[in-house]
Structure formats: structure tokens, C-alpha cells
């Protein structure tokens, strides 16, 4: 663990309905800020349009598959991840500009890998959109590897899928797996979740 890590009165918890102004505040401020200079103002529009809205973020709430960062009673970060197919997969993973660098994003990602491992899954995926380098570098030292390239179409960038084998890290142990990760160091209850609980189509989305 970090310093920043270490010091950082962050709280890493399921999001509740009330947190959903929250939840798209986060991704209406970081997206403008991370994929202007790479995919242009057209790219986030689109979006926001179809991945931040209150209809796209519900159902993962409702579920309870949204993860929240709180820092002093506010909402700093988010996650969340759902099934596609038989696979388990990270949909999103964002944390405001000003809170970057504190170790947030790491932590809402554990928290990620160790639900998913509670679900019998094996395997985490992951995807970004080409020419993010930072959520390359991100998810290589969180012990992702290069899977795919999903070609974009329509003048869309294309999707670089990454996956993360969850077997290796419990055979590691936690200690052991986030040391070679990375050098540097009211919701319905998990029973009430439907056994059907893939993340609708307007959730999705290339990071």
C-alpha cells in the first residue's frame, strides 16, 4: 500500500439509489476530461448520451453490482461490473480528476476482483478504448493481460480488451499478488439478486 493509499479517509462501499446524482456527476467529469483529447467532444457526447444517464446507471444499483468511493461523506469514485455471457466483467471504473493519484481507483477495483472471486468467477474482464495509454498502464500493473482487439466501426475507436486470471491471485495470496500487480506500490442483498443479472446493453462501455 501506498502512502497516499495508507492516508487517504476513503470508503469503498455498494451505492445505494441515493448515491445515483453521485454516481453520474463522476462520469459526466471524468469523461469530458479523459476522452476529449483522445476520441474528440462527438466521442463523449455519445457517451454520456448513451452510458450516463439515469436509465443506463439504475440497474447495476438495483442489483447491487455499483461500488462507490466516499471521502468525508461525498462520492469521489465509482465501479461496476456485471456479467456478459458467463463471463464477469469491470464496466466501469472511474474516480474524479481532483482525487487521482490517491489510490482510489486501486481500491475500488480490489474491491471488484474480491466480489468476483466471492462469485465463483476466476476471471475478470476489462476494456479500454485504444489510445487510453493511462488505463493501460492502470490495468497492466493490476495484473491484466491482453486478450482482443474489438474493432469500433462506425469512426468509433476501437475496444483493447484486457483480462485478469483470479485463480493466480488467490493461489498467490493477496499480499503476494498486489506486490506483483503493482510494484508501487439501501440495495437488494446478494441473495435477492436475479440469477440474470448481465448488465443491460445502455450500461456498457469502452473505456
Same mark, same amino acid.
Given at each position: 500500500m501506498s502512502p497516499a493509499e495508507a492516508q487517504s479517509p476513503v470508503t469503498i462501499r455498494t451505492a445505494t439509489g441515493d448515491?445515483?446524482?453521485?454516481?453520474l456527476r463522476v462520469g459526466h467529469e471524468t469523461w469530458r476530461v479523459t476522452y476529449e483529447p483522445i476520441a474528440g467532444p462527438d466521442y463523449v457526447a455519445m457517451g454520456l448520451a448513451k452510458w450516463w444517464t439515469a436509465d443506463a446507471v439504475i440497474p447495476g444499483?438495483?442489483?447491487?453490482?455499483?461500488?462507490?468511493?466516499?471521502?468525508?461523506?461525498?462520492?469521489?469514485?465509482?465501479a461496476s461490473y456485471g456479467s456478459q455471457g458467463n463471463e464477469l466483467v469491470l464496466?466501469?471504473?472511474? #474516480? !474524479? *480528476?481532483?482525487?487521482q493519484g490517491q489510490g482510489i481507483g486501486r481500491r475500488l477495483l480490489?474491491?471488484?476482483?474480491?466480489?468476483?472471486?466471492?462469485?465463483?468467477?476466476?476471471?475478470l474482464h476489462v476494456s479500454h478504448i485504444d489510445g487510453n495509454d493511462h488505463a493501460a498502464r492502470f490495468y497492466e500493473r493490476n495484473g491484466f493481460r491482453y486478450t482482443h482487439r474489438e474493432p469500433g466501426g462506425s469512426g468509433l475507436p476501437d475496444e483493447i480488451w484486457l483480462?485478469?486470471?483470479?485463480?493466480?491471485?488467490?493461489?498467490?495470496?493477496?499480499?503476494?499478488?498486489?506486490?506483483?500487480a503493482s510494484p508501487d506500490?439501501? #440495495? !437488494? *442483498?446478494?441473495?435477492?439478486v436475479p440469477p440474470d443479472d448481465s448488465v443491460p446493453p445502455g450500461q456498457r462501455e469502452a473505456r
Open positions: 448515491d445515483l446524482d453521485a454516481v444499483i438495483r442489483v447491487g453490482r455499483t461500488l462507490v468511493a466516499d471521502e468525508d461523506a461525498a462520492v469521489v469514485g465509482m464496466w466501469k471504473l472511474y #474516480v !474524479l *480528476p481532483g482525487h480490489d474491491e471488484v476482483v474480491l466480489r468476483a472471486s466471492q462469485l465463483g468467477h476466476r476471471t483480462a485478469k486470471d483470479l485463480a493466480k491471485d488467490l493461489v498467490m495470496g493477496d499480499d503476494q499478488a498486489a506486490d506483483a506500490g439501501s #440495495v !437488494l *442483498p446478494d441473495d435477492s
